[in-house]
């Protein structure tokens, strides 16, 4: 089935004009020739032809590959670019009047990717500028290794590694080298460079449908990048197996030094592109035996909306690094990739905190106390809640934010558990409470994890504040309100936002009023536990005014509860009930023999 595109566009045969205006109102130094809409050449705002002292470097094809070729326009790369219609060759009224604009005594090389149109059209308007006195010189890329190089009299096309071979090309004419220098060195580059692609999808014209040739679930190995089909059609596999795919594709040879380029297709997320090149080089390197100098990742040679990215590799020398580490103003070349790289990223170590505690109190105690065996028994049947809950909060979260809440406490749930078995002092309640937001610190991502820990640092200076070895119930309490204060600073919540603390705050109130009215400490705990259940169900008619929620309507909203909310009273509650039915007698007296 096809369907429109959908397009941030106004007319569709505008678009390769308006994004030229747009690309030089950018970049102040760029412009381009007043020819619009016959001729479409982007140009180095400061050079003229008849003043120029340089071999003039010009490539360019049809558009739909930005940045590829006009964002590559400055010093140190190209000259000027000549921009096609959308998948067209430029014309050869539109190659001269480029050649025309820039081409001084020095000469020029046109750089010309392997696609019939472009080698007809560049090499009709080399033609006529020689015969107008201009030294032209001309270098053909095809660098496809996804057709065999006798592919008829059309051969490999012209992919991503034209983009390393123009900027050697720019680097050599910007040292001021002669023409033949300038076209030797591009042709040299261009014989030992090859790129293999894979795509999830087609790409979309501007004013036309959408194809779904490939299907759900496949990739295509080889597509061109108009959308031609490639070398097979394979189901959709790992990052890991895909660059294997295209590296097979590629003649390298062990031994050799090489940079690799990323490069995106046009509708491929730069995670996505970076998950790949983290994975090629070392396969690259302990794999293949080759010896990745540098590594070029990003978006550069597009197929307007493609999902996928090819990889392109170039076999080099010190001089050819050279060129490719040459200064360069032109704006969409990855300048931070230039220099020495190291054969392989060691991680920086951690620091150490300047509050490390001694390896004796970073461990699990030999024998726990009656508080330990408390501590215990709370915190392990806290998370179990919190583990058993993740598919439902994740349900909820779904409606009213982001979908990961039970995905994210869970998390934070398993490392607790896993580190309360080696690490928790769990004689000592207030190191315990701060080695529990340690893990949580480590474990849990988002807004969650950053609130949680807050809480468990808050809680424990206050715990840390009593020199007695056990925790009294009411400073429990205190420990409990100085980290519900602590998340309302920090997150900018309270009661009736919609989060957490409508489930914390009523629990606090009621343990606190309960404890203060000659409750036992056991009873009060779980009746403080019952208010934060309450407090969490009323979240559903509650309007939220923190976090993602509060972008959602009320009539949305008052579908589910709050997740958060629902997640701080099951683990609260299951703390209470777990040490009701385990400790009920010995926790009151233990309490309440610190109480007196």
């Not at 261009?190 to 087609?202: D, F, I, N, Q």
């Not at 978006?299 to 170039?314: A, E, R, Y």
């Not at 809480?455 to 100085?482: G, H, I, P, R």
């Not at 997740?563 to 926790?587: C, E, I, N, Q, T």
Request: glycine content about 10%.
């Amino acid at each position: 089935m096809a369907f429109q595109g959908k397009k941030l566009i106004n007319n569709p045969n505008d678009v390769v004009t308006e994004f030229i205006e747009g690309l030089v109102e950018t970049y102040q130094g760029l412009q381009y020739l007043d020819g619009f809409p016959e001729v479409k050449v982007v140009l180095r705002a400061e050079v003229s032809g008849a003043t120029y002292d340089k071999v003039a470097v010009i490539s360019g094809g049809g558009s739909g590959h930005e940045p590829a070729q006009a964002g590559y326009v400055g010093e140190g790369l190209l000259t000027a670019s000549i921009c096609g219609d959308v998948f067209a060759s430029p014309t050869v009224d539109s190659i001269l009047a480029g050649i025309r604009a820039v081409t001084g005594p020095m000469g020029c090389l046109l750089v010309v990717t392997n696609y019939t149109g472009d080698r007809l059209n560049f090499g009709l308007a080399a033609e006529q500028a020689r015969s107008e006195g201009y030294k032209i010189e001309t270098v053909i890329v095809g660098d496809d290794c996804a057709l065999p190089k006798s592919q008829g009299i059309a051969g490999r096309r012209g992919l991503a590694g034209t983009i390393l071979v123009n900027k050697v090309a720019g680097a050599v004419a910007a040292a001021g080298l002669s023409l033949a220098d300038v076209a030797s060195e591009a042709r040299r580059a261009s014989e030992v460079v090859g790129t293999m692609g894979v795509a999830l999808s087609v790409c979309t014209l501007p004013g036309q449908v959408t194809s779904d040739r490939l299907g759900p679930g496949k990739m295509e190995l080889g597509l061109g990048i108009h959308g031609e089909p490639g070398a097979a059609v394979a189901d959709l596999q790992p990052v890991d197996v895909v660059v294997t795919h295209e590296s097979n594709y590629i003649p390298i040879t062990r031994g050799n030094r090489v940079v690799l380029m990323i490069n995106g297709l046009g509708a491929t997320p730069v995670m996505e592109l970076m998950i790949a090149a983290g994975k090629t080089v070392p396969k690259l390197q302990l794999e293949f035996g080759l010896l990745v100098e540098r590594v070029y990742t990003g978006s550069f040679m597009t197929s307007l909306d493609m999902k996928g990215f090819s990889i392109s590799i170039m076999k080099v020398d010190q001089t050819l690094l050279q060129h490719l580490d040459a200064s360069t103003k032109a704006p969409h070349w990855p300048v931070g990739s230039a220099g020495n790289r190291p054969p392989a990223k060691i991680p920086v170590p951690l620091p150490s905190s300047r509050s490390m505690k001694s390896d004796e109190l970073l461990s699990r105690p030999l024998q726990l106390t009656e508080q330990g065996h408390i501590l215990e028994v709370a915190i392990e049947a806290a998370a179990n809640a919190i583990i058993n809950m993740r598919d439902i909060l994740n349900d909820w979260d779904s409606t009213v934010g982001d979908g990961d809440c039970g995905s994210t406490m869970y998390k934070g749930a398993t490392a607790i558990l896993d580190d309360m078995k080696k690490y928790y002092p769990l004689n000592n309640a207030a190191e315990t409470v701060n080695e529990i937001g340690s893990s949580v610190r480590r474990a849990m991502g988002g807004t969650s994890g950053v609130l949680y820990t807050i809480f468990c640092k808050a809680a424990y200076a206050q715990l840390k504040a009593n020199s007695d070895s056990t925790v009294t119930a009411k400073q429990w309490a205190e420990a409990l309100e100085a980290a519900i204060a602590a998340v309302s600073k920090y997150g900018g919540a309270s009661t009736g936002y919609r989060t957490l603390l409508d489930a914390l705050i009523p629990a606090l109130a009621v343990l606190k009023e309960r404890l203060t009215s000659g409750e036992d400490s056991c009873t009060s705990f779980v009746l403080s536990s019952e208010a934060a259940v309450a407090g969490a169900g009323s979240t559903k008619d509650m309007q939220a005014q923190a976090g993602r929620s509060s972008y959602v309507s009320a009539a949305i909203l008052a579908t589910v509860p709050d997740p958060g909310a629902m997640a701080a009273a099951a683990w609260y509650r299951a703390a209470a009930l777990a040490v009701k039915d385990k400790f009920h007698p010995s926790f009151n007296s233990s309490i309440n023999k610190s109480e007196s």
